[in-house]
């Protein structure tokens, strides 16, 4: 009998050849949100009270209160979050299938482009040649855009703002339907605040990447880190929201499964 | 001719910083109507509505006819300094340590003959003015002052403690992108602040204002401060809460709505966080450190001011959350107040009609400009007062809240 099939993947883990990689920003209150213009309701950005630290508020114990918004941090996007998904079934977090939250990744390496031009948009053009690379995008897999965004100075150079607004790379309004038509992906992930680009208000659709992932029952990560130690195929990500009735998303730990060989 | 105030030196960071003691509390309820107009900045006395007899110190019934009609008003403040002496002894731990100390008796033109303490220019046999200040243990005293002003009169020490002179004094402002944060830096600087920490909540914001005046004086230092955020505050608290002398609290979250006509309660609560916890933020990370300084050497830490609105008094339905949150603030600041008297650190409040900012742009004239709402911010810290009020609308407000709040209550629901 051969081995059982979790305990193979244990021994791979524990003998290195298989590492975990977090793609995970840490909670702190000066992690940027997304900025809203001032009269919309805005997210709020992490906070933190303490309760008590083994003093006169609670003798031998450390906790803390915390509050932020579903989309603090780095973040999980339920199709429910937009208003093309909102009739799609199990469509917030806690009724999305749990099979849904491990799946391969993708990731494609734009950081070259994004070093020279910060509104670089992703193109099917762009996605075409990397396959050429890499390999078909397999079905039912997460596409991870490396930008090396999460490697800016937090929080000027990473939201980017300008007079007219955030500057920060992202796909372009044609990609995203035909990731899903012709690849049928899982979903979209980013280093920046969003999963669209900073000025992805101007695009056709606007916000094309919300639009068209959520409006197919199709699922968005941002603020990952550590996609440079992704190899450009054959990661498992390890994405599971936390469980809030009809939440839109959910700040969440992501894990990558990544081969060492 | 009073000595100009010299800027202090660099602190010497072995000596025992000088803890902060108070001039003694011997006052009665009845004298508390001088504390009134003290902290107001008016010149009040009783006044018999029988004979017109004006009375001090204050009493139950006119000294001259016994009636119990006796009312605060305005009262002339001229007189004659017809007697001085200079204290060079006293057992009282306060006033040993500011010595010499000059008293006189001043014969008032509307009356009374009172004893005062003497400004160093009233000369003896002279006109002088009389003014009521709070004293650092809150209560109002009679100074005497020249008739006329006379060069650098506020640096004499003895009305210095009884304000809390920006001059030669570092100023936190706690949100200094604000349009009414910068004029208040701008004001600091203009009257001889030594530094102006500029608190700034969103560095990722570019805001060309702020750029250049952050560039246009070596004294403006920009720090990062988020005041819903309690580890800014303890950080920036830990790095310069040695360093601030007046703390002005500018943060301010301002968005029209009622109530019926939202369905959550975000924005109050954004308003709660910015209004009334992050004053609370702010007085447990700095009020500590400024209660110690509050007797370091003439830069001492005097003074935390807190911005409110003339609707902490009256609600303004348009903007009933916004209101809740400057009365919820008023009422904290009431025992900041408590809190920091100890020391002697005074709390300034100021209730402001509406400013002309971003958020006001809806609201027809008057405004008050933020330059003009500075102004009077710094004139209040050198008068000492302890509650200010800014512009036709709020001393409009106030004086009919005193005559019928019920009708003030109305109207503004209107
Ligand atoms: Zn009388």
Not at chain 1, 248 to 255: A, E, F, H, K
Not at chain 2, 320 to 346: D, F, I, N, Q, Y
Request: proline share 7%.
């Amino acid at each position: 009998m051969s081995t059982p099939i979790l305990a193979q993947f244990m021994a791979e883990l524990l003998s290195g050849r298989v590492k975990l990689v977090d793609l995970t920003q840490t909670l702190t209150p000066e992690f940027p949100i997304i900025q809203l213009p001032p009269e919309f309701g805005q997210a709020w950005p992490f906070r933190i009270e303490e309760i008590s630290r083994y003093d006169e508020r609670g003798p031998a114990w450390y906790w803390n209160n915390f509050s932020m918004s579903e989309h603090t941090g780095t973040h999980f996007d339920a199709p429910i979050h937009w208003i093309s998904g909102k009739d799609q079934p199990d469509n917030a977090v806690d009724s999305i299938p749990v099979e849904n939250f491990i799946a391969s990744a993708c990731v494609i390496d734009v950081s070259a482009e994004c070093a020279e031009n910060p509104d670089f948009l992703l193109t099917v053009e762009y996605v075409k040649a990397w396959e050429e690379k890499h390999g078909r995008i397999p079905e039912r897999a997460w596409v991870l855009m490396r930008t090396d965004w999460s490697k800016r100075a937090m929080p000027k150079e990473y939201l980017n703002m300008a007079e007219d607004g955030a500057h920060s790379p992202g796909p372009d309004a044609e990609v995203v339907p035909w990731l899903i038509q012709e690849r049928n992906v899982h979903g979209f992930g980013t280093e920046s605040v969003g999963t669209d680009a900073g000025q992805a208000h101007h695009l056709n659709p606007p916000y094309p990447c919300h639009y068209f992932m959520h409006g197919n029952n199709r699922y968005g990560l941002q603020c990952l880190t550590n996609l440079d130690l992704l190899p450009p195929q054959g990661a498992v990500i390890f994405a599971a929201p936390l469980k809030i009735r009809n939440g839109s998303g959910s700040p969440l730990r992501v894990l990558a499964l990544t081969p060492t060989v | 001719m009073t000595e100009p105030l010299v800027k202090p030196k660099k602190k010497n960071p072995v000596l025992r910083t000088r803890l902060a003691t108070l001039p003694p509390v011997p006052r009665s309820r009845t004298a508390l109507g001088l504390t009134r107009a003290a902290a107001e900045g008016v010149f009040e006395m009783q006044v018999c509505a029988d004979c017109g007899t004006v009375q001090y110190p204050p009493r139950e019934v006119c000294g001259s006819c016994l009636s119990e009609h006796l009312a605060w008003k305005p009262v002339d403040n001229r007189g004659e300094l017809i007697a001085t002496t200079t204290l060079r002894h006293s057992n009282d731990l306060y006033f040993r340590e500011r010595l010499p100390w000059r008293v006189g008796t001043v014969k008032m033109a509307a009356g009374p003959s009172v004893v005062a303490h003497v400004h160093e220019d009233c000369a003896e046999g002279g006109s002088v003015r009389l003014t009521l200040k709070l004293d650092r243990s809150g209560q109002a005293v009679l100074h005497a002052l020249p008739e006329k002003d006379t060069p650098n009169m506020n640096d004499a020490p003895q009305l210095r403690e009884s304000t809390c002179d920006p001059k030669f004094r570092r100023v936190l402002v706690t949100d200094g992108k604000s349009a009414t944060g910068m004029a208040v830096a701008k004001a600091m600087l203009e009257a001889g602040a030594n530094a102006v920490f500029l608190g700034d909540a969103s560095t990722w914001k570019t805001v060309p204002a702020f750029d250049k005046l952050v560039a246009s004086d070596p004294r403006l230092q920009v720090v990062e401060l988020d005041v819903t955020d309690t580890d800014s505050v303890d950080r920036l608290a830990a790095s310069i809460g040695g360093k601030v002398e007046i703390l002005v609290n500018t943060a301010d979250y301002l968005r029209d709505g009622g109530i019926l006509n939202r369905k959550d309660v975000n924005l109050a609560r954004d308003a709660m966080e910015v209004n009334v916890l992050g004053l609370m933020r702010l007085a447990q990370a700095f009020g500590p450190g400024m209660c110690f300084r509050a007797a370091d050497g003439s830069n001492n830490a005097v003074a935390w001011v807190n911005i409110l609105s003339i609707h902490a008094h009256a609600a303004l339905p348009a903007r009933g959350a916004w209101s809740a949150s400057k009365a919820a603030a008023l009422s904290l600041s009431h025992t900041l107040r408590a809190e920091l008297r100890g020391a002697g650190v005074r709390v300034m409040n100021v209730f402001p009609g509406p400013v002309d900012e971003e958020w006001e742009q809806l609201t027809p004239p008057p405004k008050i400009a933020p330059s003009g709402l500075a102004k009077a911010i710094v004139k209040g810290l050198q008068d000492g007062v302890e509650d200010l009020y800014v512009g036709d609308i709020a001393e409009e407000l106030r004086t009919r809240l005193r005559e019928n709040h019920k009708a003030v209550e109305r109207e503004l629901g209107q």
